[in-house]
């Protein structure tokens, strides 16, 4: 039996509560305040949110993963995207992706770009296989611990 696709929507601010949750339950994620959160959810024109949902056993809908990204003039950027530890590795990340991608596209972005930590090789991979390629690093750029990043863009004309 083929797995339902998640359904992916602009996130809200009743969406808040979760999407820390999700952050908060990996520890190589930059950990953001509420406050923070809020204000790129609610008050930033340029920020992009959205969650991806799957139904529980019972039907009803839960978040299993976000992405938030910043569209400005012909550049977005990923800020943040997780997935449910339980759900990881599930195709999730690839639906949102493939939604910051359209989205970034749609306001004529002509390049995506990205921080990952230099340890974190799963990600890394991921972001590979959605042909993203290392263009600079930035040093000691994570705390908690202190750790150097990529840089990493996408070409988005193609």
């Avoid at 999407?19 to 190589?28: D, F, G, Q, T």
Wanted: charged fraction near 25%; aromatic fraction near 12%.
């Amino acid at each position: 039996m083929k797995a339902v696709p998640p359904r992916v929507r602009s996130a809200h601010a009743g969406d808040l509560d979760r999407i820390i949750e999700i952050e908060r339950s990996w520890l190589h994620l930059s950990h953001w305040s509420s406050n923070a959160y809020d204000r790129l959810l609610n008050e930033d024109d340029f920020t992009r949110s959205y969650v991806a949902e799957v139904k529980t056993v019972e039907g009803k809908p839960t978040i299993v993963g976000f992405v938030i990204f910043h569209v400005s003039y012909q550049t977005s950027e990923i800020y943040n995207i997780a997935v449910d530890q339980t759900y990881a590795r599930g195709g999730i990340g690839s639906y949102l992706m493939n939604a910051v991608v359209q989205a970034s596209r749609r306001e004529k972005a002509h390049k995506l770009i990205l921080e990952v930590r230099k340890s974190n090789s799963g990600a890394i991979q991921f972001y590979t296989e959605f042909e993203f390629s290392i263009i600079g690093e930035r040093h000691n750029y994570y705390s908690n611990p202190s750790e150097d990043a990529y840089i990493m863009k996408r070409d988005l004309r193609f």
